[in-house]
Structures are given as structure tokens and as C-alpha cells.
């Protein structure tokens, strides 16, 4: 028998985000927010097992959210969220586990410690609620204007996870089907057994509007004034020699010329790369890559390029998006553009939708226009630590 397991309910549709995606697969922090309160429960040492509700339609979303993670196999929701929480529980009957904690996939910052109290409390009573106390004056409101004020002594704000013994609120669940009760602790009560409140967590915030999930992005990323952003750009050129392609956003081009330069002249990684280092204020590529150094002689620029955003994450820092320009008459780029962005978002280990490659000509005028060489520029954003 496993003394705990949790089930993260994360089957709803999320029509209050308004997003193209329900909310818990939209992106926090780099991953889908789903997954960051998946990790929080498997990560935890007393929790045997962790078991998501999901919807039939959002098994590829639900992969992507899960990967990574050790995980017990999803099983499909119901048709509101009480429905899917007693399928979940359905589903853990041959696990047979002494205390189930079931949480909302929409709340990502789940603190260990808020795990702890609930878990701990259940060894006293048959369920328990993480919850924090009302501390706003409370209106009941009746045609726009205020009936009256509530009293807001002994109101609390639930939150999850909510804690149970497993057998008990199974039988609530099954007694309770069918009811639209919002929360477990309710269908709880409605079977008559105790639950306590346990101090949440306002970390511990349910992601039910965009500007809420800016919120939880500022908070797991630091917190507001931890963090700054950085932008800088970087332009370079290389000249047209005799070859038979060239090398731009480390994708080879057929051309019937090469560009020359030390490494293998990429421009575009060139410029980006500079752009980079610019944001971080590490001065340029020549600086760490002299040109005079045979070890980069006929070298993929995919390394300076690398090596820049490995700086950033030395600095405890991550991009944001970055943008690159070439600039010539020939080759053609259009293309060849997605598989440029392909491989920067691969060289940044990017999302593609945080990298742009832009083309453009000179209207026949100047170098580029003349044929004689190539020009790139670029920009990047970062976001890091705010120092001093
Ligand atoms: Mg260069």
C-alpha cells in the first residue's frame, strides 16, 4: 500500500484564459505551466506517486508537460471538474493508497511546505484544506451598489492541494456524483467528514487570466526587481570569394559564391552572436574569438553563437527572443528562412516562436546591392539577475 499519492486535476478547458490552448498548457517559465506543479508533487520526498486528469483531447499537450518527469499514466477527466476528480480517484483503487492529495493543474507554485501541512494534518483528521484567511472587507453587491458588508472573521480562501484519506473521500465522491460541487473539501463536508484548514500560500496563486500568468512568470523567475532586462544589437559583413554556397543561421546554402572570412563566415551568427554578448556587456566576438587564433580557422560558428548563450546561463539569466536581418540581393532566403529559425532555436535551445529571421535587399545600392558582399544585423533581449 502507498501511504500517499496525488492526483493533479488538469482536464477543464480554461475558457476564462481565452487562449488558443487551454491555460495549463500555455507556457510558464519556459515549460507548460501544467508541468511545473506536476514537478512540485513528484519531487516531493513523502509522495509515492502522481497521477494527472486530463481531457481526451490534450494527450500530445499533456506529453509535452509531462516530460521529464516520472510519472503515473494520465487517465481522462469527466465532463466538469468534480466528475474528473472522482474518475482520478477511481483510478488509484488498485494502488489502494492511505492519503490522496488532489490538486489544481492551474496552480504551478506549489511550495513543499504546503505539502508538509496538509500531508501532516491528515494524520489527525480525514481531510484538510490548504487555505489562506480573507483579509479584503467583504461586499455583498445588489444592483451595482453595496447591500452590505460582510463580516470576514473565520472566511478563509481555499486553495489545493486538498488532502484526504483515500477510502473515505472515494465514498464521497461515488455518494456525491453528479452534484457540481467546485472543490474536493466540499464534497467532503457534504459526506459529513471533518476537514481542516492548513495555512496556504499566496505563491500558491490559481492561473485563471493571462495577467495571472504574467504574475506567476514574475515570481518563478525571481520576483518583480530581481530581474532586468538587457537588449543589445550587433551587425557584420562578409565578402563574396569563389565557392559554391554560403553559411547563414548555420544553414548551408547552394550560392555561386562563398563568403570569405577566418571561421566559416557566418555572418548572421556573427552579428547575433555580438548582439549577445553586447546584452551582457561582454564586449564583442573578436575578443574571445581573435581572428588571429588558428584554432578558429575554418570553424562553425554555431560554437560563438553557443558559447555567448552559455554565458547568459552562467549568468543565471535566459534569452528572451532574438532577431537577425540579412541583408543581400542573392541568395534568395524565403526559402530557406524556417530552417534558419529551426536551427538558431535549436543553437539557443529556444521556443522558434522566440527567434525571427527577417531578409532584406539594398534596392541594388551600396555593397550589398552591388553583389559584393553579404550584411547582417541582429538583436537580442535577455532577462537576468539584477546585480548591485
Ligand atoms: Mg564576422
Known amino acids: 500500500m502507498e501511504r500517499a499519492v496525488a492526483l493533479v486535476v488538469a482536464a477543464g478547458r480554461g475558457e476564462r484564459f481565452g487562449g488558443a490552448r487551454p491555460k495549463q498548457y500555455e507556457t510558464l517559465a519556459g515549460r507548460?505551466?501544467?508541468?511545473?506543479?506536476?514537478?512540485?508533487l513528484v519531487g516531493h520526498p513523502a509522495i509515492a506517486g502522481v497521477r494527472a486528469v486530463i481531457h481526451p483531447d490534450d494527450l500530445?499537450?499533456?506529453?509535452?508537460?509531462?516530460?521529464?518527469?516520472?510519472?503515473?499514466?494520465?487517465?481522462?477527466?469527466?465532463?466538469?471538474?468534480?466528475?474528473?476528480?472522482?474518475?482520478?480517484?477511481?483510478s488509484l483503487e488498485e494502488l489502494a493508497p492511505e492519503h490522496v492529495l488532489i490538486h489544481d493543474g492551474a496552480r504551478p507554485l506549489l511550495p513543499a511546505e504546503v505539502i508538509d501541512r496538509?500531508?501532516?494534518?491528515?494524520d489527525r483528521v480525514p481531510g484538510a484544506v490548504a487555505a489562506l484567511p480573507v483579509t479584503d472587507t467583504l461586499k455583498r453587491e445588489h444592483d451595482g451598489l453595496v447591500a452590505e458588508t460582510v463580516a470576514r472573521q473565520g472566511l478563509w480562501r481555499a486553495q489545493t492541494p486538498q488532502g484526504f484519506h483515500y477510502p473515505a473521500i472515494l465514498a464521497a465522491h461515488r455518494a456525491?456524483?453528479?452534484?457540481?460541487?467546485?472543490?474536493?473539501?466540499?464534497?467532503?463536508?457534504?459526506?459529513?467528514?471533518?476537514?481542516?484548514?492548513?495555512?496556504?500560500?499566496?505563491?500558491?496563486?490559481?492561473?485563471?487570466?493571462?495577467?495571472?500568468l504574467a504574475r506567476a512568470e514574475t515570481i518563478l523567475t525571481g520576483g518583480g526587481g530581481a530581474q532586468e532586462t538587457r537588449s543589445a544589437s550587433g551587425f557584420d559583413v562578409h565578402r563574396f570569394g569563389p565557392g559554391d554556397h554560403v553559411t547563414l543561421c548555420g544553414v548551408k546554402i547552394p550560392h555561386d559564391r562563398a563568403l570569405l572570412g577566418h571561421s566559416d563566415a557566418d555572418v548572421a551568427l556573427h552579428a547575433l552572436t555580438d548582439a549577445l554578448l553586447g546584452a551582457l556587456g561582454a564586449g564583442d566576438i573578436g575578443l574571445h574569438f581573435p581572428p588571429t587564433d588558428p584554432r578558429w580557422r575554418g570553424a562553425d560558428s554555431?560554437?560563438?553563437?553557443?558559447?555567448?548563450?552559455?554565458?547568459?546561463?552562467?549568468?543565471g539569466g535566459r534569452i528572451v527572443n532574438v532577431d537577425v536581418t540579412v541583408i543581400c540581393e542573392a541568395p534568395k532566403l524565403a526559402p530557406h528562412r524556417a530552417h534558419m529559425v529551426a536551427r538558431l532555436a535549436e543553437l539557443l535551445d529556444l521556443a522558434p516562436e522566440r527567434v525571427n529571421v527577417k531578409a532584406t535587399t539594398t534596392e541594388g545600392l551600396g555593397f550589398t546591392g552591388r553583389g559584393e558582399g553579404i550584411a547582417a544585423q541582429a538583436s537580442a533581449t535577455l532577462c537576468l539577475p539584477r546585480r548591485g
Open 32 to 40: 507548460p505551466l501544467l508541468h511545473h506543479g506536476l514537478a512540485a
Open 176 to 212: 456525491a456524483a453528479g452534484a457540481e460541487l467546485t472543490d474536493d473539501a466540499a464534497v467532503a463536508e457534504q459526506a459529513g467528514l471533518p476537514v481542516a484548514l492548513v495555512e496556504g500560500s499566496p505563491r500558491n496563486l490559481k492561473v485563471t487570466t493571462p495577467e495571472d
Open 60 to 90: 500530445a499537450l499533456y506529453q509535452s508537460a509531462a516530460e521529464g518527469l516520472d510519472l503515473l499514466d494520465p487517465v481522462p477527466g469527466g465532463a466538469n471538474r468534480q466528475d474528473s476528480a472522482r474518475l482520478g480517484l477511481e
Open 302 to 315: 554555431a560554437v560563438f553563437l553557443r558559447n555567448a548563450s552559455e554565458r547568459v546561463a552562467a549568468r
Open 118 to 122: 496538509v500531508l501532516r494534518a491528515l
